[in-house]
Structure formats: C-alpha cells, structure tokens
C-alpha cells in the first residue's frame, strides 16, 4: 500500500477527463478536418464550379 491517501476527487476528475481526451481522439479521427482544410476545399469548389459555368455555351 501507498503511505499516502489518495484524494478520490482528484481521481475521479482524472478519470472524467482521461475518458473525455479519448472521445476527443476518436471524434478527430473519424471527422477530423482542421478548419482551413475545410476552408481550401470549399474554395476549390466555388473556383471549379465558376471556371465551368464560365465555359458554358449559350444559345
């Protein structure tokens, strides 16, 4: 046994945030896009989607 006491609110948080960090890894590996990843792709988008109805023939 330890010689000193464990104080259990301390314990307790830890496991609350242990649990809490690993929900947080596993929602960033299944929706994980940063912010400006997000940013450049809708970009992309508006930018091919303008260069195609610019080509766009009308009769």
Not at 7 to 24: E, I, P, V, W
Not at 30 to 58: C, I, M, V
């Amino acid at each position: 046994m330890s010689d000193a006491p464990i104080n259990l609110n301390r314990a307790r948080k830890a496991r609350a945030r242990a649990k809490g960090k690993a929900l947080a890894d596993e929602n960033a590996v299944r929706f994980g896009r940063t912010k400006a990843q997000k940013t450049l792709e809708r970009s992309t988008a508006q930018k091919s989607a303008q260069k195609l109805d610019n080509h766009k023939r009308e009769p």
